[in-house]
């Protein structure tokens, strides 16, 4: 299932960032994904709110169960290995963080999730890939830029790095010619507004228009 996991992300090259929706608006805003052409969802942990982790949880093993393999769903901004463990017991297959945490990418590997750690500096990359990391995110994105990420690449070939942090259909296509193998998108994809206005639509038009520049 790992193995697929990784495989998903390098074909599909998109995953959903989403934060703060929960009830029937999560699973309207999963399908409208889905229907754009999204095959994975990260629902991220509000560290400013611990009390929220549950909810979360069960936001994944919700998407996990209702769509049953056709949309991946896994957990962001894990910061912790008992986070590692809540998304695991809620069906998480995959495991993004905003830092490289060693800790948190051993747990992820021991319970056969696909690790996608943080990290800007090639030497934060390259540690997290030793650590076992199966793609490694480089954030903020936008800010360092394609010519950033091609660089890194340079010395750093044998390493997936995934953009994260700005990323909408105008520029996907930058980063993947630089050499990202994927790309992470939250806000220009999941649209706030258009999730408390029931605009799904929106986010369906958007999520097809991010899949075909990526698939471009």
Known sequence: MREETIQTALQEKVIAIVRGVTGRACLDLAQSLYEGGIRLMEVTYDQQ??????????????????????????????TTPELVELSHSAGARFIISPDTNPAVITRTRELEMVSMPGAMTPTEIAAAHRLGADIVKLFPASVLGPG?????????????????????AD?????????????????????????????FDLIRQTAQALTAAAKR
């Open 148 to 168: 950033y990420l091609k660089a890194i690449l340079s010395p750093l070939s044998h390493i997936k790095l995934m953009a994260v942090g700005g990323i909408d």
């Open 49 to 78: 709110n611990p009390g929220s982790w549950r909810e979360t949880a069960d936001v994944i093993h919700t998407i996990s169960e209702r769509f049953a393999g056709r949309l991946l769903a896994g957990a962001g901004t894990v």
């Open 171 to 199: 520029n996907i296509a930058d980063f993947l010619a630089a050499g990202a193998v994927g790309a992470g998108v939250g806000g220009r994809l999941v649209d706030r507004k258009a999730i408390a206005q029931g605009n």
